[in-house]
């Protein structure tokens, strides 16, 4: 239980890290363009990847295993951004020489969430005219 209660604090700590620093990028950059979500996304990636290397059975770090997984790994960088989670298992399969599973990750997870995306518009834009 105690598990997913740092889950769900790193969550809830990340998520608004998301929310206020994509805000910040939109309102620099603009929000024609989602540099914001972009910019989440490859800081969480570059958070999740360093802190992996630094925690891990070589890493020059020493931290308990929930924090390490539970409240750091999947809380605060899953809250941030979920691309952090897909970016070091993709990265993961890669250094176990699993590169036809990785690329596999890459194509079918932007290719399945892409039609996803799109098929859930769809279904939300028909319930809305059937709604009228």
Same mark, same amino acid.
Not at 30 to 58: C, D, K, Q, R
Not at 65 to 85: D, Y
């Given at each position: 239980?105690?598990?997913? $209660?740092?889950?769900?604090?790193?969550?809830?700590?990340?998520?608004? !890290?998301r929310?206020?620093c994509? #805000?910040?990028? !939109?309102?620099?950059?603009?929000?024609?363009?989602?540099w914001g979500?972009i910019?989440?996304?490859?800081?969480?990636?570059?958070?999740?990847?360093?802190?992996?290397?630094?925690t891990?059975?070589?890493?020059?770090? $020493?931290?308990?295993?929930?924090?390490r997984?539970?409240?750091?790994? $999947? #809380?605060?960088?899953?809250?941030?951004?979920?691309?952090?989670?897909?970016?070091i298992?993709?990265?993961?399969?890669?250094?176990? #020489?699993?590169?036809?599973?990785? #690329?596999?990750?890459? $194509?079918?997870?932007v !290719?399945?969430?892409?039609?996803a995306?799109?098929?859930?518009?769809?279904?939300? !834009?028909?319930?809305?005219?059937?709604?009228?």
């Amino acid at each position: 239980m105690a598990g997913y $209660l740092w889950v769900a604090l790193g969550g809830a700590l990340g998520s608004v !890290a998301r929310y206020w620093c994509s #805000g910040v990028i !939109a309102r620099q950059f603009g929000e024609s363009f989602p540099w914001g979500t972009i910019f989440v996304n490859v800081v969480g990636s570059l958070i999740i990847g360093m802190f992996a290397a630094l925690t891990g059975p070589e890493g020059r770090w $020493l931290v308990p295993p929930w924090f390490r997984q539970q409240f750091f790994m $999947l #809380g605060i960088c899953g809250g941030f951004t979920t691309f952090s989670s897909f970016s070091i298992q993709t990265l993961t399969l890669m250094q176990d #020489g699993e590169w036809l599973y990785a #690329g596999m990750n890459v $194509l079918v997870s932007v !290719a399945i969430c892409l039609f996803a995306v799109w098929l859930g518009h769809l279904l939300g !834009a028909t319930i809305n005219t059937g709604l009228r």
